[in-house]
């Protein structure tokens, strides 16, 4: 089967721009979640949808972040405007069933903001 | 608060040399531990995870974990390194109970001489 499939895998974008990352989870994996390294810190939770619902935002930095899942099968992650301190790898990854057991991870979008 | 550090950043050994990644945790209740890989280019690939029961747990490409939950450590090892395991590790924790969302340690990065 597919992996789960992020896109671009490098985007560099100035500060003030909008950029739209995108994940395809494996498909019939209801949930989708988005992580987010910045600069060698943690991998750092962001938010988890359930098919088209958001199930817990909380990790959202704040509201120039805008998480949407259509129809519950790809999701995309704007971010507007972008500042610098948003560059680093973002992180999308799917699982089948609620809970922790089938996390499947897609290889990451690096975001550069200059 | 919750947390995961893997106190080494950065680690060397040689080819064919044995392997141990430190990994501690701060929880409140019984974690779900597991190790992540992250080749370049590539996602994160689960290594091993431990949800309970026997305290050493087997993964693949021959790596192992040991829980102790007295000195809330989750180490990895590897007996015998190949240049191929060069990579960044990563140790994460989650709750118990069908939760999910992970909270990962800052990553160690292996290097391998030949």
């Known amino acids: 089967e597919a992996g789960v499939t992020q896109f671009p895998s490098h985007s560099v974008i100035e500060k003030g721009q909008t950029v739209t990352l995108r994940c395809d989870p494996i498909?019939?994996?209801?949930?989708l979640y988005w992580y987010r390294r910045v600069m060698g810190k943690e991998i750092k939770f962001l938010l988890h949808?359930?098919?088209?619902?958001?199930?817990?935002e909380s990790g959202m930095p704040n509201n120039r972040f805008l998480a949407e899942r259509t129809g519950g099968t790809y999701s995309t992650l704007k971010v507007q405007p972008a500042e610098l301190e948003d560059s680093g790898v973002y992180f999308c990854a799917s699982s089948p069933q609620q809970g922790i057991y089938g996390y499947t991870f897609g290889s990451g979008t690096r975001l550069t903001v200059v | 608060a919750q947390s995961v550090t893997q106190p080494d950043i950065h680690i060397t050994v040689s080819e064919g040399a044995s392997l141990e990644l430190r990994c501690n945790y701060s929880y409140g209740a019984t974690p779900y531990l597991f190790w992540y890989v992250q080749s370049p280019g590539q996602g994160l690939q689960l290594l091993l995870k431990?949800?309970?029961?026997?305290?050493l747990v087997q993964g693949i490409k021959g790596f192992e974990a040991e829980f102790k939950r007295s000195q809330s450590s989750f180490n990895l090892r590897k007996p015998s390194v190949h240049w191929s395991d060069a990579a960044e590790y990563f140790c994460a924790v989650g709750p118990s109970g069908g939760y999910n969302k992970l909270i990962f340690g800052a990553g160690t990065r292996l290097a391998v001489h030949p």
């Open positions: 498909s019939g994996h209801d949930n």
């Open positions: 949808f359930v098919k088209e619902s958001k199930q817990d």
């Open positions: 431990y949800f309970s029961g026997d305290t």
